[in-house]
């Protein structure tokens, strides 16, 4: 594979990522209930754990530890052997081995175009609309405000 090939292959991979982990458990089983879901093992079987979460003031300042956080985990190997990983905020095991399992499936040329149609499209459409419905929503409260000048003086 040329390193283009492995770019864009890597972009899609983490594009599905974004969508999946921003995405609840019951949207993302919906949709694979919709596809021949392939054998698969668990690697890893779900588990949960914490992660120390990092900040900066303002951006650029020196990094700190701002707190913790709870995720879950989990790792898949297809019987084709691509191996997936899967991890997102909170304590939903189901959810970090559905998204390990469609990672897995990102990855095989058999069923890369089948998940990318059937779960990721319509869960990123879900979530652009839905974002664009909290933009509207925002920008239908939004004040400008403007400072008049006295004519006096």
Same mark, same amino acid.
Request: hydrophobic share 45%.
């Given at each position: 594979?040329?390193?283009? &090939? ?12 974004? #969508? ?8 993302? @089983?919906?949709?694979?209930? %919709?596809? @021949? ?14 992660? +120390? ?6 951006? =650029? ?9 709870? #995720? ?8 084709? &052997? ?9 304590? %939903?095991?189901?959810?970090?081995? +559905?998204?390990?399992?469609? %990672? ?5 040329? %058999? ?15 879900? +979530? ?15 004040? =400008?405000?403007?400072?008049? #000048?006295?004519?006096? &003086?």
């Amino acid at each position: 594979m040329t390193t283009t &090939g492995r770019n864009s292959k890597q972009a899609q991979r983490k594009a599905a990522m974004a #969508v999946l982990a921003h995405s609840g458990a019951a949207e993302i @089983a919906g949709h694979l209930a %919709d596809i @021949a879901v392939p054998a698969h093992e668990n690697l890893r079987e779900p588990e949960n754990g914490l992660v +120390m979460l990092r900040g900066r003031i303002g951006g =650029d300042g020196a990094p700190f530890n701002l707190g913790e956080a709870t #995720v879950s985990r989990a790792a898949v190997r297809l019987a084709t &052997g691509e191996v997936g990983f899967g991890y997102t905020l909170g304590r %939903d095991a189901q959810k970090a081995r +559905m998204i390990a399992l469609c %990672d897995a499936m990102v990855q095989s040329t %058999d069923f890369s175009s089948e998940v990318e149609a059937k779960v990721i499209a319509p869960l990123r459409a879900a +979530m652009l609309a839905e974002r664009n419905r909290k933009a509207e929503e925002t920008a239908a409260t939004r004040v =400008d405000f403007y400072t008049m #000048v006295r004519g006096e &003086g």
